[in-house]
């Protein structure tokens, strides 16, 4: 016979290859089949089916409505598989159903995708159903992969554009011209971008302290300034904290320290404490004389506030007449693996980078949510946990413009449960701390009666945590919108 001939010949042998060729493609679709023999009550499954699900293979009695692996399905899905096979027996048409089923021999959970048919006699009654059954777990653990990691950069990325948003109205509150508002805050979005480069670098794992200082300092004033210092690898929190703190040190030696002065120099030097951590010092020496400032300007609440609560640590700004002196005292968490938070976490709640969508939706939900009263809140006692600091800043800012006292702020789920035991009326959590659920504090809450709100990074199949009874605001918010979702949560108190 020449090559590539069709086969012919005995009928028989045609049916051979034929149910050859059928074996080979389920082989390689990794399928099993099954029989119910609904006249003879019985289910036949094949090998193939039996080590795919762990039914022994054979023929059995048929029970559960015909199929055997009834028993064996996830109680959850044991309903729509039931359905999709009675509709074909009653409908003659196939079916395809996913589910989940718990292997009789060894107890693991499998994701299978079934498909089925009903045939029938020559009076049309159903005589048996034929299938196949697909081991789809590994399928359904990448979809489940991709979904989560959709969702988390979806948190991710509202998070850091709340910080941007936060930061562009906190520049605004320092600044008198818009000219000086947007050299001011494209200086900062510049370092978010380049703490965002070193980070992208490194797949968000962390940045070495030497690349941050390099980033920021090594486009100033050639040879006026240098760093040292061993190699430490900060978080990605960190990292964007410390590029933001080393930017705006920078920019005011440029502007009025030593950097204005041929003749000045900065020295940035770190090293690591024994109890983990490490001490990061900035000084100036050679530049105009230093007078401590007559007013706060963002700068330096960022560096008090902001950078010391990113870093778990402290910072201290010394107004030296020879030159500002700055130390920054940072907590081992704030380094690349540090045992805490032991929950994965998420990059970018420091001060990352850019607004949630683009600029006309936000001046449109600015504008609707200007519609809202802060009425509800005037005169109302408010604790915030939330572990991006310059989010809660800007909050606090605004609910006390609005005529609210913020009484109390927290960055981690130990602080909230603090302050969930002191004097106040109402809560804004965030429902992510560190990567770390706010659940509990929202548990301590409800014992408490008191009622709160939570704000969120997550669309809503990542709304976390589940299960309260408190209004969700979606992150990048405004005033007026927590102000609304305040009052909801006090009406339902």
């Given at each position: ?8 010949g005995n009928p028989a042998d045609r049916l051979t290859i034929e149910q050859e ?473």
């Amino acid at each position: 016979m020449e090559e590539g001939a069709p086969v012919t010949g005995n009928p028989a042998d045609r049916l051979t290859i034929e149910q050859e060729r059928a074996s080979l493609a389920l082989t390689a679709a990794r399928m099993g089949e099954f029989e119910w023999e609904i006249d003879e009550n019985r289910v036949i499954v094949s090998e193939r089916m039996a080590a795919i699900t762990g039914i022994p293979a054979g023929a059995t009695v048929a029970e559960w409505g015909g199929l055997s692996a009834y028993r064996h399905v996830h109680p959850d899905d044991a309903e729509a598989l039931h359905a999709a096979v009675t509709e074909s027996l009653e409908k003659g048409q196939r079916y395809e159903v996913q589910y989940r089923l718990i292997r009789p021999d060894n107890g693991k959970l499998v994701w299978l995708f079934s498909a089925g048919v009903t045939l029938r006699d020559a009076n049309g009654a159903a005589t048996r159903v034929i299938g196949v059954v697909q081991d789809i777990t590994d399928r359904k653990s990448e979809e489940d992969g991709r979904n989560a990691l959709v969702a988390e950069l979806d948190h991710r990325v509202k998070n850091v554009l709340a910080s941007v948003q936060s930061l562009a109205a906190q520049t605004g509150r320092k600044t008198t011209s818009v000219d000086a508002f947007l050299k001011t805050f494209a200086g900062r979005l510049e370092a978010m971008a380049s703490a965002h480069t070193l980070l992208t670098a490194t797949r968000w794992r962390g940045a070495e302290i030497g690349h941050v200082a390099a980033a920021e300092l090594g486009g100033l004033a050639p040879g006026q300034a240098r760093w040292s210092g061993p190699e430490l690898v900060l978080n990605a929190r960190a990292t964007n904290a410390l590029t933001l703190a080393l930017h705006e040190l920078a920019t005011n030696a440029m502007k009025y320290g030593a950097l204005s002065s041929e003749t000045g120099r900065v020295e940035l030097s770190w090293k690591p404490r024994l109890e983990g951590g490490f001490v990061l010092t900035w000084v100036e020496r050679g530049g105009p004389t230093v007078a401590p400032p007559t007013h706060r300007g963002f700068g330096t609440t960022l560096l008090e506030r902001v950078t010391s609560r990113e870093l778990s640590g402290e910072s201290k700004m010394e107004f030296r007449p020879d030159g500002l002196r700055v130390t920054i005292v940072a907590d081992a968490s704030a380094l690349a693996g540090a045992s805490k938070p032991a929950e994965p976490q998420a990059p970018a709640a420091a001060a990352a980078a850019a607004a949630e969508q683009a600029a006309a939706d936000e001046l449109q939900a600015g504008a609707s949510a200007g519609l809202a009263s802060t009425e509800g809140v005037r005169g109302r006692k408010i604790i915030i946990v939330e572990d991006a600091v310059l989010l809660a800043l800007e909050l606090e800012a605004g609910l006390n413009e609005a005529g609210a006292h913020v009484v109390g702020m927290a960055a981690d789920v130990e602080e909230g449960l603090k302050l969930a035991d002191t004097v106040f009326d109402v809560a804004v959590l965030d429902a992510n701390l560190n990567g770390r659920s706010v659940a509990p504090v929202a548990e301590a809450l409800t014992r408490r009666g008191k009622p709160f709100i939570i704000a969120t990074g997550y669309g809503d199949a990542g709304l976390a945590p589940e299960g309260f009874d408190a209004p969700v605001v979606r992150k990048p918010y405004n005033v007026n919108q927590i102000a609304s979702a305040i009052g909801e949560a006090l009406a339902r108190s």
